[in-house]
């Protein structure tokens, strides 16, 4: 069975930082393309970043870009997000999504169960 | 970016209703167009891939459409465990944008 575990969400003062790590099981981790989206409370999916399967290409929303890093260890099946300078607009659920792999078009199709991100003082 | 739009923002509809719900992107996309469900509290789930295709589980009674510029999704009979959120999403270029969600509530 895939399963997704997200961890790490706290409260964090703004220009803080923060580790989101998302630990990959029932599958194997190192052949896919890995991402990140967000929901802020009562609102919509953002997506946030992704990652290629070996770690060697990432992109990033404009929003986060310059602030956060998408990372993974395939040895130990886990994706990461590091998240510096956070801002009260982090604030949000963090999903660690997977993306098929295959022919396009791509989707997701495993979505982890979340964790929490609030960025206040 | 590419812009994603559906509609209505929300709706009430009765167990037993034919719900549609449309989406429309700011330029073409193919068949690039997913949708997936969330229930209150929890974490979204696949409906449809690739505009019509149902993924693996998910009952008959949601049907995808469209190409180009527009979809729908349709529930054909509504169940009490379908009143959730739903949301278009495109991955035909980065950044992969979603619509902005349809609340289908109990009428």
């Known amino acids: 069975e895939v399963q997704l575990v997200e961890s790490g969400g706290d409260l964090v003062q703004p220009g803080g930082s923060l580790r989101l790590s998302c630990a990959a099981s029932g599958f194997t981790f190192s052949n896919y393309w890995m991402h990140w989206v967000r929901q802020a409370p009562g609102k919509g999916l953002v997506w946030v970043s992704r990652i290629n399967s070996d770690g060697g290409s990432t992109s990033y929303a404009d929003s986060v870009k310059g602030r956060f890093t998408i990372s993974r260890d395939n040895a130990k099946n886990t994706l990461y997000l590091q998240m510096n300078s956070l801002r009260a607009e982090d604030t949000a659920v963090y999903y660690c999504v997977r993306r098929i792999v295959g022919a396009t078009p791509y989707y997701f199709d495993y979505w982890g169960q979340g964790t929490l991100v609030t960025v206040s003082s | 970016d590419i812009q994603m739009t559906q509609s209505p923002s929300s709706l009430s509809a009765s167990v037993g209703d034919r719900v549609t719900i449309t989406c429309r992107a700011s330029?073409?996309?193919?068949?690039?167009l997913n949708w997936c469900q969330q229930r209150p509290g929890k974490a979204p789930k696949l409906l449809i891939y690739a505009a019509s295709n149902l993924q693996s589980g998910v009952p008959s009674r949601f049907s995808g459409s469209g190409s180009g510029t527009d979809f729908t999704l349709t529930i054909s009979s509504l169940q009490p465990e379908d009143f959730a959120t739903y949301y278009c999403?495109?991955?035909?270029?980065?950044?992969?944008?979603f619509g902005q969600g349809t609340k289908v509530e109990i009428k």
């Open positions: 330029q073409s996309i193919s068949n690039y």
């Open positions: 999403q495109q991955s035909y270029n980065t950044p992969w944008t």
